[in-house]
């Protein structure tokens, strides 16, 4: 079983930087789609960025230029950098690993991921 940690989160101002990380145990992240959603206080869970088996990858909108999603196959680790951090980004990050099909359909559904992780709290705010 594939179990997954985040760390990175933090309290940040608006404008700044966080890359979050998460490192797997029990398998390998290489040959799998990964995924990191997030979840505003009051709000559904949400895809933020998704990779795919064969490398496409969707961004929402709402981050599209501003978070990159990344892998290192050598740590067995996936990221997500945040740039010009929003108050709206606040929220509880989660990783999410093993899915199929194709790459924003699985970024709309948490459920449509084998293993997730427990998340870790962003809050940007001043």
């Known amino acids: 079983q594939l179990q997954l940690v985040e760390s990175g989160g933090g309290l940040v101002q608006p404008g700044g930087s966080l890359r979050l990380s998460c490192g797997a145990s029990?398998?390998?992240?290489?040959?799998?789609?990964i995924g990191w959603f997030r979840q505003a206080p009051g709000k559904a869970r949400e895809g933020v960025s998704c990779?795919?088996?064969?490398?496409?990858?969707y961004y929402a909108p709402s981050v599209r230029g501003r978070f990159i999603i990344s892998r290192d196959n050598t740590v067995n680790t996936m990221y997500l950098q945040m740039n010009n951090l929003r108050p709206e980004d606040t929220g509880i990050y989660y990783c999410a690993a093993d899915a199929a099909g194709a790459v924003q359909a699985m970024c709309r559904n948490w459920d449509r991921f084998s293993f997730g992780g427990r998340g870790t709290q962003v809050t940007v705010s001043s």
């Open positions: 029990g398998g390998s992240l290489a040959a799998n789609a």
């Open positions: 990779r795919s088996s064969d490398g496409s990858t």
